[in-house]
């Protein structure tokens, strides 16, 4: 990638692909200190109200930079670098790692006293990126201290649970999860708008021998199933669903596919938990060929092959993102002692604001 100057013009040249970098687009990235907050980063002038034939008089390279005088007077000296990375979208986009049930934790990282401002917890996000979650080890216990350990990452998003939740048997549960029942991989609030994009859960106490936290990769699944079963993966990529929570105070309801893609037809997001989930009344044919492609995907989610078993010990706190991962756990017996874990939600906000600001914080 390089920039190349002509007759007072730029052009970015790129894989043989070679484009006119207009001149607006540079007038209203001018960064003197008349024109930027130096704090904030936040313009100091509105470029609605600049004229719309914005052009450049003189142009210059001078080493690493590129000095710029446009027609309506303004002069600035923009730095290569940081316009070849608007193009390359150089951020926190970090390639997705597949994964299934031969999987080795390299993503572990132990708590340590202000660990949210150090390079350990770049390396952590950028491991969250790669496979979908990633674990501390050593988080405090006391106080309810998973609010702060996501605040110091982010903000908390609240929900009908509340701020966090508490994760363990009790009577008259309103969610399965309060039980000592087995629960199948799933995906966490399908029934919301939008879905909380990522869940911490944090290990206070776990006294029996099973109650083994369970991770699928669901993006891996939707690979499989694209390739193996194109048809399956179709419909499911169409078929809108409506997933639902009903409790005392509240209803809550979302339409949405069970594999979403994005605007480039790439994959978004998995909502997966049959307990919740009630497609609508199409043509029988279609049916037939939705409930045969949930039946498969349920069978890749809950086989041997794609999910991975393991312990949280006390504390152990895990970070998971809730798009792409479904979870679950093992049952057991509450009469061998106590299993409590503590949980909340976040979004990627969060996550994506604390990586760019390690980043830009260690030069990486």
Known sequence: MKIELKDNKIFLENQGVRKE????????????????????????????????????????????????????????????????????????????????????????FYFEKNIFEKKDMYEALAHFYKYGFVIFKNVPTKNNFIVDFANSIGSVRRTNFGEFFNVKSKPNPNDLAYTSLALAPHTDNPYRNPVPCIQLLHCIENEVRGGLSTLVDGYNVSEKLKKDYPDYYKILTETKVRFQFIDENIILENWSEMIELDQNRNFKQVRFSPRLDFVPLINKKKLDLFYAARKKISELYNSDKFKIEFKLVPGDLILMDNYRLLHGRTKYDANEGNRFLQGCYIDYDSTEGKIKHLKKKFNL
Not at 42 to 56: A, G, M, S, V
Not at 82 to 96: A, C, S
């Open 21 to 108: 970098i207009h001149p607006f687009w540079l007038r209203e990235r001018v960064n003197g200190e008349e024109h930027l907050d130096q704090i904030t980063q936040q313009r100091l002038f509105d470029p609605t109200k600049l004229k719309n034939n914005i052009k450049i008089d003189e142009l210059k390279l001078s080493g690493d930079f590129l000095e710029v005088s446009f027609n309506d007077g303004t002069y600035n000296k923009f730095s290569i670098q940081n316009i070849l990375n608007e193009f390359k979208n150089n951020n926190y986009n970090i390639k997705k790692i597949v994964w299934d049930s031969s999987f080795k934790f390299s993503n572990i």
